[in-house]
Each structure stands twice: as C-alpha cells, then as structure tokens.
C-alpha cells in the first residue's frame, strides 16, 4: 500500500497521511493483533482469515485506488487546498452507503471465518475425522454412525472420565491404558487396558484388558 496509485497522488501524499511509515506500521500492528497478517523474518504474509477478509470486503474498500484518493485529500487538507469536514462527511456517506448495500454476510462467506476445529483423530470405520461434541465425540461423515458418548455406562460403571485424551488415544492405537478403574464387584480400584471394541453397529463398544501377573 506504500505505493498504492502513487501515480494519481499528489507529490507530498507519501510525507502525510495515510503515506507515512508512522501510519503504515500502526495499520500492520492492528492487522498482526487482528490475525489478519503474520511477520515471517522480515516478511509481512496474510493469514487465512486475512486472505478471506479480503474475500468477502467490497472492491471499493480494497482498491488501491481508493487509498491514493484519501491520501491526496489529506494532503490537500494539511496544505489548506480542502475542506476536512466536507471529507469526512464524504467517509460517513460511503460508509452509511457500504452498510445499507452489505447489510450482512452471506451463509457461505460466514462460513470462512469459523475457527477450524482440531481433529482428535480417524473414524475407524470411515477414516473421516472424528470432533469433540457436548456429548460426544462423533464422525464428521454425516453418512456415518459412529459415536463415542462422553457418559457411556461402561465408563460411568468404572468412575473414569472419557476425557478427549483418551478418545484421542482410543482412535489413534484403538486402546488406552488407564488406572483406578473401579471396580462394582470389589469395591476396589485397579489398573488395565480400555480397548475399543467397535462392532460396526448402533453402539461403540469397550472392553478391559487386565495385564498379566508375571
């Protein structure tokens, strides 16, 4: 933007303004605070959201066009040549203009700017990737059924909490190792292996493996 339609610019533009490197570096630092830029070394790269927000702004804000014009103006102001308050009514009607024809996003702009979930891992009966629920941890794959539910019995019955580490774990190897599993029979806790025992059907199941005394 340092030079944006500098060739329409009034010669002193780049000294006022929206011009100088004092107003460009406070630009870049809320535009890095936003997570729309990132520094890499001495290079300054768009983020994904960056990227996306530019997507979806109207051309009349992305112009660079639009830049050369409001650094002229300033600099016109700064030499006494315009009126700033006919500029700045000239701002709120583009922005009151900008508002009434964008009112909002559309669902698949919208879309672009929710936070990317993190996978806890593979469906083990489709591969898709399997998210944290409320409840659950369930198969993106809407066609599929599989469902690990946070308050399953098997783990209720044994006090332990279906953390997301151990659906995590579950999903990567298939088992995970656990301590203090209670026991209803004994009274007693011990420690053992939760194995995901899934069948394909309605219900995920588990069992336990204890390990052998040597």
């Not at 010669?11 to 107003?23: H, I, M, N, S, Y």
């Not at 000239?90 to 909002?104: C, Q, S």
């Not at 990317?116 to 409320?134: I, N, T």
């Not at 059924?145 to 579950?170: G, H, Q, S, Y």
């Given at each position: 933007?340092?030079?944006?339609?500098?060739?329409?610019?009034?010669?002193?533009?780049?000294?006022?303004?929206?011009?100088?490197?004092?107003?460009?570096?406070?630009?870049?630092?809320?535009?890095?605070?936003?997570?729309?830029?990132?520094?890499?070394?001495?290079?300054?790269?768009?983020?994904?959201?960056?990227?996306?927000?530019?997507?979806?702004?109207?051309?009349?804000?992305?112009?660079?066009?639009?830049?050369?014009?409001?650094?002229?103006?300033?600099?016109?102001?700064?030499?006494?040549?315009?009126?700033?308050?006919?500029?700045?009514?000239?701002?709120?009607?583009?922005?009151?203009?900008?508002?009434?024809?964008?009112?909002?996003?559309?669902?698949?702009?919208?879309?672009?700017?929710?936070?990317?979930?993190?996978?806890?891992?593979?469906?083990?009966?489709?591969?898709?990737?399997?998210?944290?629920?409320?409840?659950?941890?369930?198969?993106?794959?809407?066609?599929?059924?599989?469902?690990?539910?946070?308050?399953?019995?098997?783990?209720?019955?044994?006090?332990?909490?279906?953390?997301?580490?151990?659906?995590?774990?579950?999903?990567?190897?298939?088992?995970?190792?656990?301590?203090?599993?209670?026991?209803?029979?004994?009274?007693?806790?011990y420690d053992g292996t939760i194995v995901l025992a899934d069948t394909g059907g309605k219900?995920?199941?588990?069992?336990?493996?204890?390990?052998?005394?040597?």
């Amino acid at each position: 933007m340092e030079r944006a339609g500098s060739e329409d610019t009034d010669p002193d533009a780049e000294r006022k303004g929206l011009g100088t490197p004092a107003t460009r570096a406070a630009v870049i630092e809320k535009l890095v605070k936003g997570g729309f830029v990132e520094r890499k070394g001495k290079q300054l790269l768009p983020t994904k959201d960056g990227i996306n927000l530019v997507c979806v702004l109207p051309d009349t804000l992305t112009s660079p066009q639009l830049t050369a014009e409001w650094e002229n103006n300033l600099t016109q102001i700064a030499k006494g040549k315009a009126d700033p308050a006919a500029f700045m009514e000239g701002i709120e009607d583009m922005a009151r203009e900008l508002v009434k024809t964008y009112p909002f996003l559309s669902d698949d702009k919208a879309q672009m700017f929710k936070p990317e979930r993190e996978a806890l891992g593979s469906c083990p009966r489709c591969g898709s990737p399997v998210y944290e629920g409320k409840k659950n941890y369930y198969c993106s794959n809407k066609e599929c059924i599989f469902t690990m539910w946070k308050n399953d019995r098997f783990f209720e019955e044994r006090k332990v909490a279906f953390t997301p580490k151990i659906a995590a774990a579950l999903l990567k190897s298939g088992k995970v190792n656990a301590k203090k599993l209670y026991s209803q029979k004994t009274g007693k806790t011990y420690d053992g292996t939760i194995v995901l025992a899934d069948t394909g059907g309605k219900y995920v199941n588990y069992r336990i493996e204890l390990s052998k005394k040597k």
